[in-house]
């Protein structure tokens, strides 16, 4: 049998590693400001870049796709190339897709920065970076598989079963939610609209959490656990089952974040129900890596790469049980709009992503470097003090969801609100906030010290580059009689893809597929109008100061809600929102409803100082939309692309849109001046304050949350 000699490509796992660190330090930074802009509102600064709600998805999007996607590369590119006894296919593509991947890293957080957002979660990024993201995405694809397909071992291991799964179905769930007409350069609308957006965005939303945050890494676990313990992986049938559920159940589970919402219920129905199911898969891996330490326990004591598997391992587990439990809708009635589900999300990201990168992190340094890790001391410094970060981090925040919750649906013996001013929940829940951003001080901290604790790992060791290896090529396939079907899907690639595909594609075709062609699903509303030109300029205002970090737009059927924002929410209320605007987190209260509520110069005293018209708000202050002049010149273009998606605006009505914008500036212009406000009716504060105004009019509700303030 003939023995080829070639080599691995070190540079480019060098290279996501690096990267690994620096855009993990900067997305942690960023959520810490975020973190403590809600306990001093002051740190927003005023100005318009420095605000809680373009600072909070500039941090989403560094830790998930700087961080974590450059963790997931450095890793998929050192262990794909040693589980396919190959060097990468391309070294071109391999440079290619890292600084694809990095200038789209610096144009996200630039871009966020100065405003330019979809306004959908997790998903921001507007149009031409979404097809930036396709290409390097593309480019990744064809670098792995072809890797996989010149590959010099006959049967694909596991973890590269999940690298497969992770390929095909972050395209699809990246192409299909990031489908939006375009009004400029910088500027769309998703095509889809109210209860059908908010569908596909969070079967986008859960399943980025399952296919970009958890199947890589689970790949990343299969491999570099068993490589640090020495040991091999516990069951490779439970690997199968893991693998198969794991994928199938994952894409059924996003309406679960829609729960008690304008969705159809029967769809909210099926989220709960594969959410259940979840637990099955999601616990059998984590026991399948876990028990892989069996007998290796004197080994974890004195290793802190296995400490930081095993912690890692388990809050997985913990995010993974919790995650069904919170879709249960007696428990979501109470976790849903708190910082409940903050502290969930969190323990899944500093604990099975965080801890698994730096586990990754401090194995392979020493691999690349051909030496030994500088300090163990150090790094089981950064293991206790990283650990200490999550609990610090995690438990206030549950303590702050429910309180939240109780605070919010309390009543008095007299049938009242207990706390009818929202600020009274905010107020009480400021100590969780500074406890939580102390946790994220400590987290932070320990990241820092395994940088220096890598930088000097490299210095004291010679970086190979390119890695010595041999194999004997991949001699033709000769059968033997039975072999079990698995077996015969390992050594097919393109077969292993193509089932990937079919089964993710199930859950959400049978989930959307009705929503979007039943017309039952979403009834209309004879009263629902357009935005008027005015209203809609506001509203992308709105979007672009990323209010929906903080407020949310769903009254849900609770008797506490009711009473307190009016009417509870219907789906035909928003058949005209490109895209939805339900939210997922109240800092703030919700604002359905708040059209009518106050009069316009209550509005922009509010916008100008928060606190002068709602003492204790920790809201960030907008002195400079009373300043910065609306452009009008995008009416025309957004009218038009409104049109495109359905909303009927009469024919030529584009032209002629501005006219009606003007008209209503200076009706708002007039009502300020009758309050004593003077200012001028091409700024953005009119256009915003227009917008406000208009939020759940469309439909006669009685508002009670008036008559108590006055009780």
């Not at 939006?180 to 969070?202: C, T």
């Not at 891996?285 to 974890?300: I, Y």
């Not at 509010?606 to 708000?617: K, T, V």
Request: hydrophobic fraction near 45%.
């Amino acid at each position: 049998m003939e023995i080829e000699k070639f080599y691995y490509d070190n540079r480019i796992v060098k290279q996501f590693a690096n990267a690994t660190i620096f855009w993990g330090i900067v997305g942690m930074t960023a959520g810490l400001y975020a973190a403590l802009q809600l306990v001093f509102p002051q740190l927003n600064l005023g100005i318009e870049y420095s605000t809680f709600g373009r600072v909070r998805p500039v941090h989403t999007n560094a830790v998930i796709f700087a961080f974590v996607g450059n963790g997931i590369f450095m890793g998929v590119y050192y262990s794909l190339q040693r589980l396919c006894k190959a060097r990468m296919f391309s070294d071109t593509l391999s440079k290619l897709h890292f600084w694809g991947w990095q200038l789209i890293i610096v144009a996200a957080a630039a871009s966020l920065l100065l405003g330019y957002t979809t306004g959908k979660e997790y998903a921001e990024l507007e149009w031409p970076i979404d097809i930036a993201i396709t290409l390097v995405w593309v480019v990744f694809g064809i670098n792995m598989f072809g890797t996989i397909i010149k590959r010099r071992e006959r049967h694909i291991y596991v973890a590269i079963w999940f690298y497969i799964a992770t390929l095909v179905t972050i395209a699809v769930l990246h192409i299909v939610n990031s489908l939006e007409i375009p009004v400029s350069a910088m500027k769309s609308y998703s095509i889809y609209a109210g209860v059908q957006d908010a569908l596909v965005q969070w079967w986008y939303g859960h399943n980025a959490v399952a296919f970009f945050l958890t199947t890589p890494y689970l790949g990343l676990m299969y491999y570099f656990l068993p490589k640090a313990a020495n040991r091999p992986v516990y069951s490779y049938k439970l690997s199968i089952v893991h693998f198969w559920a794991l994928i199938f159940l994952y894409i059924w589970a996003g309406p679960h974040h829609l729960l008690y919402t304008a969705l159809p219920d029967w769809a909210q129905s099926l989220g709960t129900v594969f959410s259940i199911m979840l637990i099955a898969p999601s616990w059998g891996g984590m026991l399948n890596g876990l028990l892989t330490l069996r007998g290796a326990w004197d080994k974890v004591r004195e290793e802190p790469v296995l400490k930081f598997f095993v912690v890692a391992l388990t809050a997985y587990g913990m995010a993974t049980f919790e995650g069904p439990m919170l879709s249960l809708k007696n428990i979501n009635a109470i976790s849903h709009f708190t910082d409940w589900t903050v502290a969930h999300v969190h323990v899944g990201a500093l604990g099975w992503n965080g801890f698994l990168t730096f586990a990754v992190l401090y194995w392979l340094f020493p691999k690349m470097f051909k030496t030994e890790l500088y300090s163990k001391k150090l790094a089981n410094w950064h293991f206790w003090i990283g650990t200490l970060g999550i609990i610090f981090y995690a438990v206030p925040l549950y303590f702050a969801g429910f309180t939240q919750s109780l605070m919010w649906k309390e009543f008095t013996e007299e049938g009242v609100l207990k706390y009818p001013n929202f600020l009274e929940t905010v107020q009480q829940i400021l100590p969780m906030y500074a406890m939580r951003a102390l946790g994220g001080v400590l987290y932070l901290s320990g990241v820092i010290m395994m940088t220096y604790n890598l930088i000097k790992t490299a210095k004291t060791g010679s970086f190979v580059a390119n890695e010595a290896a041999e194999a004997a090529a991949l001699p033709k396939f000769e059968s033997h009689g039975y072999e079990h079907w698995h077996r015969v899907l390992e050594r097919k690639p393109t077969l292993m893809l193509v089932g990937s595909l079919i089964v993710i594609l199930i859950g959400g075709l049978i989930e959307m597929i009705p929503t979007f062609l039943v017309k039952s699903n979403i009834p209309t509303i004879a009263s629902v109008k357009p935005y008027t030109p005015l209203e809609l300029q506001g509203r992308d205002i709105y979007l672009r100061e990323g209010c929906y970090n903080c407020h949310s737009q769903m009254i849900r059927p609770f008797r506490d809600e009711t009473v307190r924002y009016g009417e509870y929410s219907k789906a035909g209320e928003f058949v005209y929102d490109h895209p939805f605007q339900w939210g997922s987190k109240r800092t703030g209260p919700d604002l359905h409803r708040i059209g009518g509520k106050y009069p316009d110069s209550w509005h922009y005293n509010h916008m100008f100082d928060p606190s002068s018209m709602s003492p204790g708000s920790i809201m960030p202050a907008y002195p400079f939309l009373l300043d910065k002049q609306l452009d009008i010149s995008s009416t025309s273009a957004k009218i038009k692309a409104m049109q495109t998606l359905g909303v009927p605006y009469p024919n030529g009505y584009d032209q002629i849109a501005n006219n009606d914008l003007k008209k209503q500036a200076h009706e708002i212009v007039e009502r300020l001046k009758k309050d004593g406000i003077e200012t001028k009716s091409d700024r953005e504060i009119v256009a915003l304050i227009a917008y406000l105004q208009r939020m759940g009019t469309d439909i006669k509700a009685q508002n009670k949350t008036a008559e108590i303030t006055k009780k």
